[in-house]
């Protein structure tokens, strides 16, 4: 299943990234081109944001490039239809906290990484909502 931009355009799912770490781009892009599920990565979670439409789609965050003041933000994706998935390194404990009480899921970047392929064919299959 191909998911271009002209699919997506049709209803397929949107699949959202905020994510600056080239090897980690290249590892979610890898599993992605694997899974055939085309992705919209950004550097940061600023110009994501300023890309999503109402269409509702999966977001991927790695947590711990994203600044404080945006945390409160991940609240209005939610409410607006969006499933988001953050992921961060197992020792930021706190930022995991705060993260998860905005309603977001949280996990560790090698548990993120390890159910990526399973996380993206099920969007792919069933789209934003879980």
């Known amino acids: 299943m ?21 090897f980690m781009r290249s590892k979610i892009n890898a599993v992605a081109q694997a899974a055939k599920v085309d992705l919209n990565v950004f550097g940061d979670f600023n110009r994501l ?24 933000l991940l609240a209005e994706l939610l409410q607006a239809g ?5 992921f961060l390194s197992h020792v930021e404990v706190d930022l995991a906290r705060v993260v998860r009480a ?21 969007h792919a299959n069933t789209g934003a909502g879980h």
């Open 102 to 122: 905005t309603g977001c899921e949280v996990m560790p970047r090698s548990e993120f990484f390890e159910r990526l392929p399973e996380i993206l064919l099920e």
């Open 2 to 22: 191909n998911m271009s931009p002209s699919n997506n355009e049709a209803g397929a799912p949107l699949v959202m990234v905020a994510v600056n770490d080239l």
């Open 49 to 72: 944001r300023a890309q999503l439409s109402d269409t509702p789609a999966l977001v991927l965050i790695n947590l711990g490039e994203l600044s404080p003041q945006d945390v409160p």
């Open 82 to 86: 969006h499933r988001v998935i953050g």
